[in-house]
């Protein structure tokens, strides 16, 4: 295996140093990448946050979920910057700090996103003569496709595209950058992955966990523009896409995105959306979503979504892209499903079973990473029965994972200049713009119930039972 190089010195100056997501993703990823010896030692970490405070409270509110050696020595390498994110002052202020390549890392809620970049780019600190000036902005980018449009206007008018690193997590999760080693690695999957092949395709992030303490963002949220243009489009754009001419950045985001514009934007007789009532998901004693902290008891946000969605393309013309996502639901899960079709029959006919299982190919993304194949196989006796049987590989079996965030190759990838795993402006908008009719449509109406610990609701199941198809089980 290749051994990656250490990553250029840079400091990274930390909007919401205080916040959740600074202390339970970034700063863990951080020090793992510190004990992977691919941090320079010079790289240092600035983190910004309106309050008052100090060094001290900062490496203290930091160091919540991390220890040990290699958290010390980063420690030492934080300081604190009070300051509001909209005041002039703030990035005057930051010029004298910093110099050389800076990361800003804009880990605050998403209104911040616009004027913290304009405040970057009027102080002029984009500017590139003494190293690289790179941004990094969390999700939600946008809430519809006018807002994303918006925001990528503003954004590009201070920096250009190759110095903004729209984060997407699930991008840095292994598994799911194996999809493409898994096809285009091999010629068995290739060649059958295409409308030839393949009935249809399922897509599913299910979680046991309820909204529980995010109410005030989710209830404004909602499990759509949470988990769809997002999460759910970069798995179907990486089964989706073309080869690409090589594994550099454009190369692959450009077919990436070529997969998502020809998405046609989905109608709302093809969607589903739910709400979970009490029950019980996981350990997890659930109360109704409306009873939820934070949550306005007329809400009409949904908890779970469903959808079925056209790829128009030569390879995919014909072959829906199930797509579902829900909090409360049974189990974990997160996978990709590929049916194939069903192979002819007359061969069998005659036989005690006239229906052959299907083959199905399962790339299984949370909670235990693995890839399944199941086959039909001759049942042992006298007659010729075929029974399924499933080929499959482990993850944890096979290599030792340790404990990752799915941070720290996208820190480490922003650090060494490749954005091959950052959205690009058009993926983006391209998300958005096949949702924006559902988006639009449910501004009206409620979702329907579904009980917390199901498998979500029930008009999921007849939206794929209209097409003869069922979905793959949950957990
Ligand atoms: C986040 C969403 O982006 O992804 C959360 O805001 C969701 O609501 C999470 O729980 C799921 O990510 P993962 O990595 O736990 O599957």
Known sequence: ??????????????????????????????????????????????????????????????????????????????????????????????????????????????????????????????????????????????????????????????????????????????????????????????????NRYVDHVQITAAETVSVGTRGSFYDATGALRDMVPNHLFQLLSLVGMEPPASFDAEAVRSEKAKVVAAVRPVEPDEAVRGRYVAGKAGDEKVPDYLKTQDVSPKSRTETYVAMKVAVETWRWHGVPFYLRTGKALAARDTE??????????????????????????????????????ALAVKQPGPLVEAVPAELHFDYSERFKLGHRTGYETLLYDVLIGDQTLFQRADQIEGGWRAVQPLLDAWKKGQPEAYKAGSDGPEAADALIARDGRTWHPIG
């Not at 005690?352 to 949370?366: C, F, W």
């Open 1 to 194: 295996m290749k051994k990656a190089a250490v990553a250029p010195a840079a400091t990274f100056v930390i909007f919401g140093a205080m916040g959740d997501l600074a202390r339970r993703l970034l700063m863990p990823a951080i020090v793992n990448l510190q004990a992977a010896g691919l941090l320079d030692a010079k790289t240092d970490f600035i983190g910004v946050s309106h309050g008052e405070g100090s060094d001290d409270a900062l490496r203290d509110a930091l160091g919540k979920f991390v220890d040990g050696a290699d958290w010390r020595k980063i420690a030492k390498r934080i300081r604190y910057m009070q300051g509001e994110f909209e005041d002039d002052a703030l990035y005057k202020e930051l010029a004298g700090k910093i110099g050389g390549n800076v990361v800003f890392y804009l880990a605050v809620a998403p209104n911040f996103f616009g004027p913290i970049v304009e405040s970057i780019g009027k102080a002029g600190l984009f500017d590139e003569k003494d190293g690289f000036r790179r941004v990094v902005i969390e999700k939600p980018f946008g809430t519809d496709l006018k807002s994303a449009q918006e925001l990528n206007k503003r954004i590009l008018a201070c920096a250009g595209e190759d110095q903004v690193y729209r984060i997407d997590h699930f991008l840095g999760k292994e598994t799911v950058q194996n999809i493409l080693v898994t096809r285009f690695g091999n010629a068995l999957t290739e060649a059958v992955w295409n």
């Open 336 to 373: 990709i499903v590929i049916r194939f079709r069903d192979a002819p029959l007359m061969l069998f006919h005659g036989t005690p079973t006239d229906a052959l299982p299907p083959n199905q190919l399962v790339l299984q993304l949370q909670p235990n990473e693995g890839i399944a194949l």
